[in-house]
């Protein structure tokens, strides 16, 4: 494995770590999409990476093209959810998310 | 020294990643999210894979942070973005270490696996691209018609219509 | 083979019946009783009509082929068209009781459907060859016996309903798990592919959990008293005619029949046979309310016929086989007594009750008629069965198993005179009741009738159930 | 007649978006639901056409494509029906046209919006039955979990954007997982095509890159738990069921949690990861785990649905033990157990929106003795529950009883005896339900209630024909597989 390998999924691991961390750490709900973006960063990597590993670099760019469509859709339907729930509760915490209990 | 070039931005890449976590502000947050997209547009570039990486930059630092930056400003709370330090101070010690020591595990698998690397950084040539997304991803391209779609409705949904209770 | 269609109407007609009645109930009550009676009695004239063949040493058999060792079929060997025809006959009278009985109360439709669809499970149980087909009539006799239990709505009763489909599920389910065992063990759930295989310990532990879950033996018992709350047509039902019997059949087919038992068991089960006989005896002498003293009753007379099946001699399984008869005549006659009672009075407490026997004669002497069947009177039928199943235990392997029953059956007189002075003499506490409707009465009195009638004739049914034992060849 | 009757699968629903959009406003909402109803019957005719033809020819899959030449590269993700993908189209048109039925009679002013992403999450749907390649299954999951959100919010309430929220924050993580993990084998197999991924690992345990795959392994069965709600990764399920508008826990209850988790489960471990011992033990154990752990936390719920979101997760694992049994039985069984399940849970969730029609409410503390005011209703719940509890003769019995056979024969005698005694569970809760909601005595406030009636009753009913004639005629299609060879 050359040193380029390593480094890339090295960086891939720690942009899912951040975030991870982001995710359990925030009570924000806009935070929470954010930091699945950023595990999305990782992952758009990793494909790409895996691409240029097996030299079929062609087949894996549509595979990133088609994922980061979908990436924007869940994106903004994320957001429309956020915004009305902002027009419901008056905020975006994850607190407030408390009307299904079992 | 291409190589040199892909390293650097990943690290930087990492670094916004990194700042898109720690910022307070969600604005702040969002153009980081942003800045680390660009970031990975560049590698992608420098890897070869120019399709790809033209599609991170425009879409998904483009549109997304565009996304954010409205969904931010619809709901006026670039400021009140709490943090969970003060009530779980045990957890947010302890879960970073458990994330660290997972992530050592895994890239000591990984780095123990032998990747057959067969042609690294060859950048793909447009024909290669071409049938590569018209006539072997056939169901993708349908796919993507049909999420379009559905994103669509979801905003007519979202965002469109008055509610009424 | 002839005469296959005579099973196929026998447990087809109430199962498929039962579904029709609601129809019929809403457009013409009447209609829907009298049909209600005329399926069960189909199923006891088809039994009555194969009991020849039966006996001949060539039962009808009817099988269908299925892949993976699912064959299914039904069997109408003597044991089978026995317990047929006792369950459907004793079905039938406490049908035609609850023509009075239920008639001022709601949600008749599904009374009858469930009751018919009962008998249904009940005569499918007996016929089939099939491991599958008797777990699949088993719990529809026990959804059956939920919706019965629960026939008042009130929120307790309903409670006890539950309760009741639990266990009793609960049981199946370990029974089935025993199934699964023996399945994987032979590669078929045909029982009759199977006949004379040894079974493990464990299968035997997991199907007796159900048995006895069902036949409300001791550790699993609990629920069959609390069944008390539903309408004494029904208790008598469950007691008498289908539901513990279903446990005790099985347990024939089983384990007398098909499979080859370990030793160890021809005592263990009469121990525990024993116990529950003695506890629950104990039980009824300190009860009060007079469905659970019957109750009680019930599952302490079950101990005799677990021993009578159990203990390993041919007499005494022949006189087990008898006792389910004569018990289910007996106590079947003992609950709609009770129903009437209960029906007139408006209690449940014999406490509050004393001197019914001036208003309500009729019932008071199928009381005592029903009553010394079970305790072991002679000439009741009751009597010869008891001494059969006891005598077959003296001879056994293990003796001292009788004197338990012995003390048992002392007991049993001791309770059900207990009652009946209670109830039927002493001081007058309803002096303006009357007796309950004119089906109910005949009904009791049909019973008492069959249960004198068992004993004086005793000849007939002693000669089949001997002739259906000695037929198995095992001793 | 077969390339007509498989493009319908995707192409019809397509179509219908297109009709439905060009039809005036004012106008839209009853013309919609009708459109609905002639799409989901179509696919249901679709599928036994093609079934019956599958059988004809003696075949056992048919590939086809949508716009493109079929025989185009090798290694080109094309689409492919076999028996198993086409029980699973026969489902959606069956669940889809339950979830119409209730939708006529509840939806109201949403109809035109509510049948536009009905088509969209069943065009997800049918594209995850038909895809034949990793990479596919996970856009089509996607789609499916978009349009689910979507219509999970559609009422705009409170609680329905909570929920949504909350699945689509653990469908994003799922759909990362399982993405990192196609990412981690591409990049040993060149290619996401079923076959060629699955030649490419048929030596795993050998090779070079063993433990990568573990990790990848890993990743993919969390992903895919994740989206099925099997018992550790639960969390979103019985919040997204609760709080959607009734029409959708109709759909979502009786197929898309089933197709988005369980039919990629069995499908990948089908065609990819053939006979890998470590993943079959590990989903026989969370399997087991979801089977207990669904059916005690039922016991507890307040809310009919809640209780059906349990229940939902209880029965998903003895479809997933089915599964890995890893024998031709067991795989069988956790068939015919996916198409029972879609057609009790359905049921179920009709009740619910009858019920909650109704009365308004669905906790079952302020509900009691409706089964004299709500007959059909409460029938269909007891025979759905029976079947669903497996008690004999109904549908359910016989799926349970060949999964738990499967188990105890291939892969371990005390997870049979496990998942059988578990039923108990099933049972109790069942009778919680219907002591509170059916059976009992009327409560006051409950007396002038009357049966849904209409659409609602009719769903209900047709779908318990399908349980009892399923469970009576067992024997008849246990002989008919036998005939085909397939048992």
């Known amino acids: ?102 | 020294m291409q190589q040199f070039f892909i390293v650097l931005c990943l690290v930087l890449m990492v670094l916004a990643g990194g700042a898109a976590v720690m910022f307070r502000s969600m604005l702040k947050s969002s153009i980081s999210l942003a800045v680390a997209s660009a970031l990975l547009a560049a590698v992608l570039f420098l890897m070869g894979a120019y399709w790809a990486s033209i599609f991170e930059l425009s879409v998904c630092s483009g549109l997304i942070t565009v996304v954010f930056v409205s969904a931010v400003s619809l709901t006026n709370t670039d400021r009140c973005s709490e943090v969970r330090v003060r009530e779980h101070k045990a957890r947010v010690a302890v879960l970073p270490a458990i994330l660290i020591f997972a992530g050592a595990a895994l890239l000591f698998i990984l780095f123990n696996s032998d990747f057959n690397i067969v042609a690294s950084a060859t950048p793909a040539s447009f024909s290669a691209f071409k049938e590569a997304l018209w006539s072997l991803r056939q169901a993708d391209i349908l796919g993507q018609i049909i999420v379009i779609l559905a994103g669509t409705f979801a905003v007519i949904v979202l965002f469109k219509e008055r509610d009424n209770i | 083979m002839e005469g296959q269609g005579i099973i196929f109407i026998c447990i087809f007609v109430p199962l498929i019946g039962a579904f029709l009645l609601p129809i019929i109930g809403r457009f013409m009550p009447r209609l829907r009783n009298i049909l209600a009676l005329l399926f069960v009695l189909t199923a006891f004239i088809s039994a009555a009509i194969a009991l020849p063949q039966a006996l001949s040493g060539t039962p009808i058999l009817w099988q269908m082929e299925l892949p993976l060792g699912f064959t299914m079929g039904f069997l109408a060997d003597g044991l089978a068209v026995f317990m047929a025809m006792t369950s459907s006959l004793v079905a039938s009278i406490i049908v035609f009781y609850s023509f009075g009985y239920i008639e001022h109360y709601p949600n008749q439709n599904e009374y009858y459907m469930m009751v018919v669809l009962f008998i249904g499970s009940m005569m499918g149980l007996v016929f089939s060859t099939n491991l599958l087909l008797i777990y699949l009539f088993w719990e529809i006799s026990a959804v059956c016996c939920w919706r019965l239990i629960g026939f008042y709505r009130g929120k307790d009763i309903v409670l006890r309903a539950d309760k009741a489909f639990l266990v009793t599920v609960g049981g199946a389910l370990l029974m089935l798990i025993g199934f699964i065992s023996i399945y994987v063990q032979t590669g078929t759930f045909n029982l009759l592919d199977m006949q004379g295989n040894a079974i493990s310990n464990a299968a035997m532990v997991l199907i007796l959990f159900g048995i006895l879950s069902k036949s409300a033996t001791l550790p699993l018992h609990t629920w069959l008293p609390d069944a008390g709350v539903a309408p004494s047509p029904v208790t008598s039902l469950l007691h008498a005619a289908v539901l513990v019997k279903i446990g005790v059949y099985v347990y024939a087919r089983l384990f007398l029949v098909n499979f080859q038992l370990d030793a160890v068991w021809e005592t263990a089960v009469p121990v525990i046979a024993g116990v529950s006989a003695l506890v629950s005896a104990g039980a009824a002498m300190i009860e009060t309310d007079i469905k659970r003293i019957i109750a009680y009753s019930t599952i302490s007379q079950l101990g005799f016929i677990f021993l009578g099946l159990s203990c390993g001699t041919m007499v005494g399984a022949a006189g087990g086989l008898l006792y389910i008869l004569m018990h289910s005549l007996a106590k079947g006659g003992l609950f709609l007594c009770a129903g009437i009672v209960e029906h007139s009075t408006h209690t449940k407490d014999i406490n509050k009750m004393g001197g019914l026997a001036k208003c309500l004669p009729i019932t008071a002497v199928a009381f005592a008629c029903c009553a010394f069947s079970v305790m072991g009177i002679p000439p009741f039928g009751g009597f010869f069965a008891k001494f059969m199943v006891i005598n077959g235990a003296a001879t056994s392997a293990s003796p001292w198993v009788s004197v338990i029953f012995i003390i048992g059956a002392v007991m049993t007189i001791i309770y059900l005179l207990r009652v009946f002075i209670k109830v039927f003499f002493g001081e007058i506490t309803h002096p303006d009741i009357k007796e309950g409707s004119w089906e109910m009465v005949s009904s009791v009195s049909i019973l008492a009738a069959l249960s004198l009638l068992g004993g004086i004739f005793i000849n007939l049914p002693s000669y089949v159930t001997t002739f259906i034992i000695e037929s198995l060849g095992r001793w | 007649m077969i390339t007509f009757a498989t493009i319908s699968f995707l192409g019809l629903p397509l179509l219908a978006i297109l009709l439905l959009n060009i039809v005036r406003k004012e106008t839209g909402g009853t013309i919609s639901i009708n459109i609905g109803f002639v799409v989901s019957i179509i696919q249901m005719i679709a599928a036994v056409v093609c079934l019956s033809l599958l059988w004809l020819h003696g075949k056992d899959f048919i590939e086809f494509s949508l716009f493109w030449d079929m025989n185009a590269t090798l290694g080109s993700a094309r689409f492919s029906v076999d028996l198993f993908s086409l029980v699973v189209l026969f489902c959606i048109g069956m669940v889809s046209l339950a979830s119409l039925l209730t939708a006529k009679k509840t939806i109201g002013a949403k109809a035109l919006n509510y049948t536009n992403l009905l088509m969209v999450i069943m065009l997800g749907m049918n594209g995850i039955a038909v895809v034949t390649d990793l990479f596919s299954l996970y856009v089509f999951l996607e789609i499916t979990g978009i349009a689910s959100f979507v219509m999970i919010a559609l009422l705009h309430d409170k609680r329905g954007l909570e929920g949504a929220f909350k699945y689509l924050v653990m469908s994003a993580i799922a759909s990362a997982l399982i993405l990192g993990s196609l990412a981690l084998i591409f990049t040993q197999t060149g290619s996401l095509v079923y076959g060629d991924v699955a030649n490419a690992l048929a030596d795993w345990r050998n090779a070079q890159y063993a433990p990568l795959l573990v990790v990848a392994f890993v990743a993919f069965i969390a992903g895919f738990s994740i989206k099925a709600g099997i018992a550790p990764f639960h969390g979103w399920l019985p919040d997204a069921y609760q709080s959607a508008p009734a029409s959708v826990s109709v759909l979502l209850g009786g197929i898309v949690t089933k197709m988005a988790g369980v039919y990629a489960i069995i499908r990948v471990l089908n065609s990819v990861f053939v006979s890998m011992p470590m993943i079959n033990q590990t989903l026989l154990i969370l399997g087991l785990i979801s089977i207990v752990f669904g059916a005690v936390a039922a016991c507890g719920q307040r809310d009919f649905k809640r209780i059906l979101a349990y229940s939902s997760i209880s029965q998903i694992g003895y479809i997933i033990i089915g599964i890995a049994s890893g024998s031709l039985l067991g795989f069988v069984g956790a068939m015919l157990h996916f198409f029972n399940h879609a057609t009790f849970k359905t049921t179920l969730f009709v009740n619910s929106a009858a019920v909650e029609a109704q009365t308004g409410t669905t906790d079952i503390d302020q509900l009691g003795g409706l089964q004299a005011r709500m007959p059909v209703t409460a029938v269909s719940s007891i025979l759905a529950f029976l079947s669903m509890a497996g008690i004999p003769p109904l549908a359910g019995f016989w799926s349970k009883l060949l999964i738990i056979i499967a188990v105890w024969q291939s892969a371990s005698v005390a997870g049979g005896a496990i998942a059988l005694a578990a039923s108990i569970f099933t049972a109790a809760y069942f009778l919680i339900l219907q002591r509170k909601v059916f059976f009992g005595p009327l409560e006051d406030h409950l007396t002038e209630i009357t049966e849904a009636k209409g659409t609602i009753s009719l769903a209900a009913v047709l779908l318990s024909i399908v349980t009892v004639a399923f469970g009576v005629l067992f024997p008849v299609i246990l002989n008919f597989l036998h005939l085909q060879g397939i048992l």
């Open chain 1, 1 to 102: 494995m050359n040193i380029v390998s390593a480094i890339i999924l090295t960086a891939a691991l720690l942009m899912i770590i951040a975030g991870m961390f982001c995710l359990v750490r925030t009570y924000n709900l806009i935070r929470i999409i954010i930091a699945i973006e950023l595990a999305m960063k990782a992952i758009t990597l990793l494909l790409v990476f895996s691409g240029w590993v097996n030299g079929n670099l062609a087949l894996a760019q549509t595979f990133v093209i088609t994922m980061i469509v979908l990436e924007v859709i869940v994106a903004v339907v994320a957001a429309g959810i956020i915004v009305s729930l902002y027009r419901k509760n008056g905020n975006v915490d994850i607190r407030e998310l408390t009307n299904l209990k079992g």
